[in-house]
């Protein structure tokens, strides 16, 4: 199972950005622990960051014809950005929305999330280890 792993706005500051709210990895050390579990179901994961709009939507796009599956942890665009959400919907595997903290328990204006219905499941506030059940839960489904 090949998984395109996308991660947008501000993860690429992860370990310096509000270490008490994301946690004190970097996405270098993040990126390698989502190929390590991947690898360790079988799965090969490609890991991307990016933190503009166009280039997510255009790795939406490719991913399209390259990926089995799609783990997505925008960012903030989560709550606004209407482009990825339209890209996602595209998308003819199944996609699977990831947040490191749980956006129902901060601020108001992180409680909606434009990518929700277009993604077959949601792990949100468990760290890092979000994107190890994300990769348990494709697991689950193409066995």
Do not use: K
């Not at 090949?2 to 370990?15: C, E, K």
């Not at 509000?18 to 990126?31: I, K, N």
């Not at 992180?110 to 949100?124: E, I, L, N, P």
């Amino acid at each position: 199972m090949r998984v395109t792993v996308l991660n947008g706005v501000n993860l690429g500051m992860l370990g310096i950005r509000e270490p008490d709210v994301y946690g004190t990895l970097t996405h270098a050390e993040l990126t390698q622990r989502i190929q390590a579990w991947a690898g360790e179901r079988g799965q090969r994961a490609e890991v991307r960051q990016t933190d503009s709009e166009g280039e997510y939507v255009q790795a939406i796009h490719a991913a399209c014809g390259e990926a089995d599956a799609v783990i997505v942890n925008p960012g903030a665009w989560t709550h606004y950005s209407w482009a990825i959400r339209d890209a996602l919907a595209i998308v003819p595997v199944p996609v699977v929305e990831v947040h490191l903290s749980e956006p129902l328990e901060r601020e108001p204006w992180r409680h909606h999330s434009v990518v929700a219905d277009v993604a077959s499941a949601r792990f949100a506030g468990m760290g890092a280890d979000g994107y190890r059940a994300a990769l348990d839960w494709l697991q689950e489904r193409a066995a």
